[in-house]
C-alpha cells in the first residue's frame, strides 16, 4: 500500500507542471485526496483536495484559478495541473488521503505518499 508524487522539476516563472499521486494496493477513488507543500523553513500548507465521492474541489487563495486538481481513475492516481507557476510555489509537494467524509478544509488527511521537489525560478 503506497502513495507516490511525482512529476516536480525546475521550471521558470510563468511555467507549468503536472504532479501525478499514483496509488498502489489499493483503489485511490474510493478516498478524498489532498495535495500539500512545504516550502524550506516553512510550515506545510494544503494546496487541493477532491472529493471521494462527488468531485467536489477545494483550494487555497493562493493557487485558485491557477492549479487544477483531477482525478486519473486509470491510472489510479490524482494529478494537480500547476500553471503560471511563481517562486513562492518552491516546494515539496505530497499527496495524502483522508478515510472521513470530504469537507472543503484541509484537515483529516493521514494517509501520505513520498513528495516531488518542485522549483520555480524566478
Known amino acids: 500500500v503506497q502513495l507516490q508524487a511525482s512529476g516536480g522539476g525546475l521550471v521558470q516563472s510563468g511555467g507549468s507542471l503536472r504532479l501525478s499521486c499514483a496509488a498502489s494496493g489499493f483503489i485511490l477513488d474510493y478516498f478524498s485526496v489532498g495535495w500539500f507543500r512545504q516550502a524550506p523553513g516553512k510550515e506545510r500548507e494544503g494546496v487541493a483536495t477532491?472529493?471521494?465521492?462527488?468531485?467536489?474541489?477545494y483550494y487555497a487563495d493562493s493557487v485558485k484559478g491557477r492549479f487544477t486538481i483531477s482525478k486519473d481513475t486509470d491510472r489510479n492516481a490524482v494529478n494537480l495541473q500547476m500553471i503560471n507557476l511563481q517562486p513562492a510555489d518552491t516546494g515539496v509537494y505530497y499527496c495524502?488521503?483522508?478515510?472521513?467524509?470530504?469537507?472543503?478544509?484541509?484537515?483529516?488527511?493521514?494517509?501520505w505518499g513520498r513528495g516531488t521537489q518542485v522549483t520555480v525560478s524566478s
Open positions: 495524502a488521503t483522508r478515510r472521513t467524509q470530504w469537507t472543503p478544509d484541509f484537515d483529516e488527511y493521514d494517509y
Open positions: 477532491i472529493s471521494d465521492n462527488d468531485d467536489s474541489t
